[in-house]
Structure formats: C-alpha cells, structure tokens
C-alpha cells in the first residue's frame, strides 16, 4: 500500500513537471526577444573613442568574385587577389593592371625582386610583375591550406593551416625545415589553428614571427625553428585576443610594433614590440557585423592597408599624429 501511495505521488509530481514545461515552452507571456544565448558581444562591440589613434582616410571598390590576400610593393602599388585573378592598384587606388591565372589564391606577397607569390589551397605560384605564371611547385600534401607566406628573396616561410605547421623552403622550391612543430624538451607547445587563419610575418631581426591563433599567442621563431620568444593573452577585453582563433591577421610596422586584425569582435588594434597594447586602428563598429578575413600590408609611408572582403574595398588607415602628411 505504501508503495503504492509513492508511486502515485510521484506520478503527479511528473504530471506537474511536464505541465510546467509545456506552459514555458507554449503559454508563458515572457520577453522572447531576450536571448539566453547571448554574451554579450554587442557591449564588447563598443570601444573607448580615446584608444583609436588612426583616422580612415581613403577607400576604394575592388572587382574579384572572392577575395583573400593583399600586399603591397616597394612602390606602393597594392596588389589584391582571390578567385581567378590579380588586380594591381596605384597608391591612390587607381586600377593598374589585372592578371588572371587558373585557381583561388588564399595569400600573396611581393618577392624583393617584384616576384608575386601566390598561395593557393595546396602549392605555390610565381608570377613575373608582368603577370605570367613563372613557376609551380609542387603540391606541399594532401591535407594542405596554404594560408600565409613570406619571403626575403632567399628563404620562403608558408603557413599550412591544413598540416598545422610551418615551412622553410628556398627559393628552389627545396624543403629546409619545419618550424612550430610540438617539442616540450625546446618549449614549443604547437600550433592551435581551429580554422584557416594561420599567419606569419618576417620582423626587423629576420626572425620569424607565426600566429598561434587558438592559443591568441604571437611565437617568434630563428629560420632554423628555434622558439625566440612569445606574447599575447586571452582575454575578451580590448587588451587582448577572444574567440576559437585570433588575431587571424597581422603586418609588423617599421618599428617593430604589430598590427592585428581579429574576427568574431571586429577590431584592428597596435601592439608594441613587447607585446604590450597600444591603441586601436578601427573600432567594430566600422565593419560590418560577422566581418572576416581581414588582410592586412603596410605601403612604403607606413598607411596601413586593409582588405574589406565583406565590402569588397580596400581601406586605408593613417594614424592622426600624421595625417597631414600620410607618414608615418
């Protein structure tokens, strides 16, 4: 009997639960416009006018389907690609040239000697600054996602966010090294890359600086592999990198501070060389929401230059001390 009375009890208590729930979920006069979901990105997405030193000081439409990489040359000239095609700019945005090819370049930079370096999903290609096709390599693996280079006309530096590593090759096309590679005896924790934004840069030393992009880490790296030195910090404030992988971009100025980019919260912000904050470029709300893939080069005057792909533009950015004359 006794029994039976706990069963019975619990079987109302069931009945009362489910009711609950379908009153909740159907009848409950409660603000649906709330959602539970939300971190707060829309405060994080507000910033200090005070902490952006630079002003936007030109933009200009670019005419590429799909659009992924941006550099600049020791005139000046800003070269864009994606799909299918180079487009060639004067430093006023004039169009200059295209040249078209047969693939999707993810990244590109300019060679000392005016070489253009294309990475495409799984090899490189050479194109003359006439814009032919002067070399292939080979595909690098079957895994790759080629997603930065650089190079100093002796050494190329790919970033294969596919294989999660780095490589060194010269200008051969022959393999030198690998850099990154996990190593707890020399201190190397890895690479993180969660998704396809793995960048690398070469500093004023010749080092060679690689986002750890799931770690928020910028890794400095000697040509032979060996870990110079780290910085970087989670954090969702300004101070700091947030989301799966960031910063996705970065260009290092002539002074040795970084520029990054960041996705998911919007920003372009200066670091010092020591890794410590500086200011921001642009704020977020200067994009467009859900915003990524922002590229970044520095021209000869040290504007920096950013590749829009949501507006498809290039913007260009001059800190404010030196607006008047564009230098920097």
Known sequence: MKQRMILIASLVLLLAVIGYMVYDLFFSESDRSTNPYDYGLAELRKSDSALIHYNEVQQFSIGLSEVYGIATDPAGRIYVTGADIVEVFSPEGELLSTFPFQDTAYCITISPDGTILLGME????????????????????EKSILTSVATDGTD????????????RFNMKGELINRIGEKDS??????????????????????????????RHLFEAFRPDGTLISTWG???????????CCNPSHFVILSDGSFVTSEKGIERVKVYLPSG?????????????????????????NGRIILLDPWRSQVRIFVHKEDESDGNR
């Open 185 to 214: 005896l020399a201190g190397i924790p890895g690479f993180v890359i969660p998704s396809p934004y793995f960048d690398l840069g070469l500093g004023r030393d010749g080092e060679l600086w690689v986002v750890n992009s799931g």
């Open 122 to 141: 799984d090899h490189l290609e050479f194109m003359s600054p006439q814009g032919e096709i002067i070399n292939r390599w080979k595909p690098v693996s």
């Open 156 to 167: 190329v530096f790919i970033a294969d966010a596919g294989e999660k590593i780095v490589y």
């Open 276 to 300: 410590e904050f500086s200011c921001l470029v642009a704020a977020p709300n200067q994009f467009d929401e859900g915003t990524r893939g922002m590229d970044l080069a520095l021209d000869p």
């Open 233 to 243: 910090q989670p954090s969702m404030e300004v101070e700091g990198f947030c989301g």
